[in-house]
């Protein structure tokens, strides 16, 4: 009714106040105007993470998505420093600046301080289903772990199929029925994004010593690429074979030159001598 509409207005403001980052929503002001609640909003002009990745149909690319789940996470961080959990985060609450692709964490109306942890109302489950954490459906006990559940849905929706296997065990993590076994808060799964690649893009493959010449072992770069093993076999390793043996072989033709050399000089005396008797 009205009077729970008014009560999740103020409880945005008042939560909101709380809260000065660049990937939080701000809010500046809230009052009534002909009986009606207000609050005065930041402009976010450009749409919201769910329409994009409804207008592509699809995923998106990791040098695209995982500067925006970082974002997510950082002001989502900020909330869980304060004790609150937003409960509802999702695609569509998650906006995106089209100027500059910046990320804003919105709608903290049915946020929760941390040691608030359970519902009002018994039986009265808070925020989008898909996205809602086990804990959260069972109406149980809140934290920020609650929303590290629903970043991993999002992760999982954003990052392509084919991901690094580190990506793969982030979203694993994020996704446990048990709290104890997800990340703590959001600040700790931002880290963990961060130690991925620094630039958004999956690890380089090179080979590795003592792996046969056709695969490949990934590792992360700035490590120092092994060097790659060649099979005596292999066409590259028979023309290295060949080039060692060529200054055996030069050797062998000379002495075999100057041993015929030889060979005809003695022929060519003994012949001599023996026309110079008869």
Known sequence: GDEEVRARFTREARLAAKLDHPNVVQVYDVGEEDDRPYIVMELVAGGTLGDRLERRGRSLPLLEGLP???????GLGHAHARRLVHRDVKPQNLLLRRADDCLKVADFGI???????????????????RYMAPEQLADGRISPATDVFACGVVADEVLPKRRPPE????????????????????????EALASVDQNGAPPATVPVAG???????????????TARLTRPGSPAGTARLTQRRRPGLRRSAAIL??????????????????????
């Open 167 to 190: 990506l793969i065990e982030i979203v694993k993590r994020c996704l446990e029925v048990n709290p104890r076994d997800r990340f703590p808060d959001a600040d700790a799964l931002s």
């Open 111 to 129: 946020a929760r301080a941390a040691e608030e942890t359970r519902l009002t109302r018994t039986g009265n489950v808070i925020g989008t289903d």
């Open 211 to 225: 792996a046969p010449a056709e695969r490949a072992t990934t590792i992360r770069r700035g490590t120092a690429p």
């Open 257 to 278: 030159a100057v041993l015929l050399v030889a060979v005809a000089i003695v022929v060519g005396i003994a012949f001599s001598l023996s026309s110079s008797d008869s």
């Open 68 to 74: 925006l789940l970082r974002q997510m996470c950082d």
